[in-house]
């Protein structure tokens, strides 16, 4: 099995058709086509159903997807390395992490960094999801809320604060902190239950032996953020506001609501080593980001 096949294939599924796959690798569509069908052969699978309009992976083509991915991916992987180290550089890495870490946080460290930097390339995924996404080769480590299975290596990376954001004229925009006895009488705007924030707020509540009504339940930040700067609530989130909001950090009678992230590998990967200092660079700046709320 040719790397160089897995990629036509790839290009059949991401474009959705042979004729526009020959396009983009720059082979003709006959031997695109012949050629995938050698990939069938020697897999022992049929990969596509073929019919009238777009190719369709079948239940066989789906599975073989995400190896074919991690193959490709493990194959670039392996040639950038082999060009840094020629020239002396740092293992190119690429991190897989929630959306609002990488706003507020990955791509922060990315600058701080500079030139000797090893950080490339991020990935967004769900906070559920990165550990999956990791797995399966999409990244080199991955930055979550929670401490992954114990097949992968981590490292706490530091403790995000969580806050309470209003518009200016809300009655609690002037004080310094808002209590967790607030949130559970006020008009909240919260995350969905798949998001690190929406847990540790619940998590909280419960430990506490308080409940809350949410106003308004979103999936997007930057739409809880939009709600509260409306008028309609006050949201309650990791991020950095937004639409001039004013965030306060929320007081738990142990200390501030706060998120964990934690930085995970496979402690197999040939570069665990450059990815454990990189982590450890990471800490350090989290610490600095962190340290004046805490």
């Known amino acids: 099995m040719e790397l160089r ?22 082979v003709t569509q006959p031997s695109l086509s012949r050629q995938i069908r050698q990939l069938e052969h020697e897999l022992g699978l049929t990969l596509f159903r073929r019919g009238e309009g777009a190719l369709r992976l079948t239940p066989a083509g789906r599975a073989f997807l995400p190896v074919a991915r991690d193959l490709i991916a493990r194959s670039r992987l392996a040639k950038d390395t082999a060009r840094s180290m020629a020239s002396g550089a740092g293992v190119p890495l690429t991190v897989i992490a929630p959306p609002t870490t990488v706003t507020d946080v990955v791509a922060p460290f990315v600058v701080a960094s500079g030139p000797p930097g090893q950080i490339v390339d991020v990935v967004e995924a769900s906070p559920h999801g990165v550990y999956t996404a990791l797995a399966i080769g999409q990244a080199d480590f991955a930055i979550g ?26 009655p609690w925009a002037d004080r310094d902190h808002v209590d967790l006895t607030d949130i559970s009488t006020g008009r909240v705007i919260v995350m969905d239950e798949l998001h690190g924030v929406r847990r540790v707020l619940d998590e909280a509540a419960a430990k506490a032996g308080l409940g809350y009504d949410a106003a308004y339940v979103a999936r997007a930040p930057a739409v809880a953020q939009a709600l509260a700067a409306a008028g309609k609530g006050v949201c309650i989130l990791s991020d950095d506001p937004r639409f001039g909001l004013r965030s306060l950090p929320i007081r738990l009678t142990d200390g501030l609501l706060h998120v964990t992230l934690f930085g995970a590998w496979d402690p197999t990967h040939y570069a665990a080593s450059q990815i454990r200092a990189c982590l450890d660079e990471l800490a350090e700046f989290c610490r600095g980001l962190f340290a004046a709320v805490h």
Not at 10 to 23: E, F, K, P, R, Y
Not at 159 to 167: F, G, R, T
């Open 145 to 170: 809320t929670r401490p992954p299975g114990s097949d992968l290596e981590y490292t706490v990376l530091g403790q995000a604060p969580v806050w309470a954001q209003m518009a200016p004229g809300h």
């Open 5 to 26: 096949v897995l990629e036509y294939f790839l290009s059949v599924v991401d474009l959705g058709s042979v004729t526009a796959a020959s396009q983009e690798v720059h």
